[in-house]
């Protein structure tokens, strides 16, 4: 997550990173990453509904 943030803010012609552009990776990035667990009776949420519930500083 940190060097796909770091390549984004890259190509987005800034030198560091910034919430955005980890908002902007996170999905691809993580979406594979998660897995229901075992016990779960519906779907997992998604990353993009994972991000949506944390307040960014």
């Known amino acids: 997550l ?8 890259f190509l987005m012609g800034r030198p560091g990173v910034l ?6 990776v ?4 993580m979406d594979h990453r998660l897995l229901p667990a075992h016990a779960a ?8 509904d994972l991000l949506a519930a944390v307040a960014i500083p």
């Open 41 to 48: 009776l519906h779907a997992p949420p998604s990353a993009r």
């Open 26 to 29: 996170f999905p691809a990035v």
């Open 2 to 9: 940190k060097r796909a943030a770091q390549a984004w803010a």
């Open 19 to 24: 919430p955005e552009d980890v908002q902007a």
